[in-house]
């Protein structure tokens, strides 16, 4: 952080402030947070300066620390909930799926959308009861990636629960049920899964 | 109240181009709607201060100028507007396509501005099933008393 910001970015070298030493001021603001240099512990101007500088530092930590704790800057209890209402949403969403680059910008997908999109996708063929679905993408040596990591586009693998009528011949159904989710989730965000598996876990009577 | 007007003409007030562009947006079918996210909340409450000082101190380099609605985030950094649109689409209509066309939109409404664009990026964060405005004739549904 510069202690004299000059209206037109840096002043040159010259017009910087310097102490009776010669050093710029900057650069003893630059390592205040460091021990003090062999210069620094015998130079008068150098240690006036740096205790001054250190006093600084100490006065805005503590009008920081004072605004943070201070009643009349704190959020009323109908913003702190509306910011806690978006941010419950927010993490249900879960992690993005990059899926397009264009020369405008990026366009990404939070897995919550994606797998929305899978049950919905599963819920279009007749008879079919969608339940959860998970999405595991695997990292390098087939490694679980990180749950704050990007899902990994080229290797979506999904676990799909469903509930079928007891009447339903279930091989066929599996088949039509893996094209029909493969597709949809094609057709919307262009990513084709590497594997879909389907757990028939309920049989309902019709 | 002392002003620089180099600095007022500087910086454009963006303000007035969120509103467009939220109208543009929703008006494309296949948007459901602009989705508030923790950073367009938090932006929000903060924006009207930040601004004040921003456009009061504000120089070139420096923070950039924001702007923010629920769903819409668009700040000024140097001469670039750079845009950020976090969205919920109807399944009926491809979703990856629609935020392309969104895009295009957008940076189309922001040169109708006389600005230049930057980054455009779009988040998908929800795909559903859009209700469809009953017809008359169709079937009345079952209110289920």
């Known amino acids: 952080m510069a202690v004299n910001d000059h209206p037109q970015g840096d002043p040159p070298r010259h017009e910087r402030p310097r102490l009776g030493c010669g050093r710029d001021l900057d650069e003893v603001w630059a390592s205040i947070d460091e021990p003090p240099s062999a210069h620094e512990q015998h130079c008068e101007d150098c240690r006036s300066a740096r205790a001054s500088l250190q006093n600084l530092a100490l006065i805005t930590g503590a009008m920081r620390e004072n605004d943070r704790v201070d009643p009349e800057l704190q959020p009323g209890s109908r913003v702190r909930e509306a910011i806690m209402m978006v941010a419950r949403a927010e993490i249900r969403r879960g992690r993005r799926a990059p899926l397009s680059r264009t020369e405008l910008g990026t366009i990404d997908i939070s897995e919550q959308a994606l797998t929305a999109l899978i049950r919905f996708a599963a819920s279009t063929l007749p008879g079919v009861r969608a339940r959860r679905c998970s999405i595991s993408t695997t990292g390098p040596g087939g490694t679980r990636a990180p749950s704050g990591d990007p899902v990994d586009v080229t290797d979506v693998r999904i676990t799909l629960r469903v509930a079928l009528p007891s009447t339903m011949r279930i091989p066929p159904a599996m088949v039509s049920l893996r094209e029909r989710v493969g597709a949809i989730v094609r057709t919307q965000t262009s990513i084709t899964m590497k594997q879909i598996d389907i757990v028939v876990e309920d049989l309902y009577d019709v | ?145």
């Not at chain 2, 935020?99 to 988040?123: C, F, M, N, P, Y």
């Open chain 2, 1 to 145: 109240m002392m002003s620089d007007p180099s600095v007022d003409a500087r910086v454009p007030d963006l303000d007035p181009v969120v509103e467009q562009l939220r109208s543009v947006l929703l008006a494309e079918p296949g948007l459901v709607r602009l989705e508030p996210t923790v950073r367009s909340t938090v932006q929000r409450l903060k924006l009207t201060p930040v601004a004040l000082f921003q456009q009061t101190f504000g120089a070139d380099g420096e923070e950039p100028v924001v702007s923010v609605t629920d769903g819409l985030t668009l700040s000024l950094a140097g001469t670039m507007v750079n845009v950020h649109i976090d969205v919920a689409t109807d399944v009926d209509h491809p979703a990856l396509t629609l935020s392309r066309k969104l895009q295009v939109l957008a940076a189309t409404t922001l040169e109708r501005h006389g600005l230049t664009v930057g980054t455009i990026d779009v988040t998908i964060l929800s795909i559903e099933e859009a209700p469809r405005p009953t017809r008359a004739g169709d079937p009345v549904p079952d209110g289920g008393g």
